[in-house]
């Protein structure tokens, strides 16, 4: 029997919102990195930590794989980056075409220079934790022992999240 991982991405742009962008990242993360068991509403928000004219859309995925956590990042910037999006060597944020970013693989604790999982700023975006508590809400923070719902309910992030459909 094969050894499969759970493992929770969030993916989001701000650039090129359309459902035809977001079915074409979800079939590549599915032939890349694994199967996609569930998956979020698409949630609009304003831009966190910069400012832009342009609303960002996040989902949340459950992706079951075979990758480990290193392959899987790996993955993650192929496909990003054939989505057209263009690392930042600075420290500001940016605009951005895609960013799938890895929230929780199984319930693994990593803090390397290339990769950190649990990801580090989850507790602070509801941007994030609104989207995950859609598919996940009573995964526990594997560091913090704390639910996504505990997680929404302490965190210090109010800014609006809303449903939509692109």
Known sequence: MENYNDIYLLVGGN???TISKFTAVFQAI???IGKIIQQSNFYESEPWGFQSQHSFINIALHV??????????K???QIEQKFGRERNTSVTYQDRSVDIDI???????INTEELIIPHPLV????FVLQPLAEIAHSYIHPVLHKSVTQL?????DQSLVKIINL
Do not use: A, G
């Not at 929404?152 to 210090?156: L, S, T």
């Open 103 to 109: 929230i929780f693989y199984n319930n693994l604790i």
């Open 152 to 156: 929404i309910n302490e965190c210090p």
């Open 15 to 17: 650039l090129n919102n």
């Open 75 to 77: 993955k993650n910037q």
């Open 30 to 32: 599915e032939s890349q």
């Open 123 to 126: 507790i602070e975006r509801m």
């Open 64 to 73: 079951r794989t075979q990758l480990n956590p290193f392959d899987s990042i």
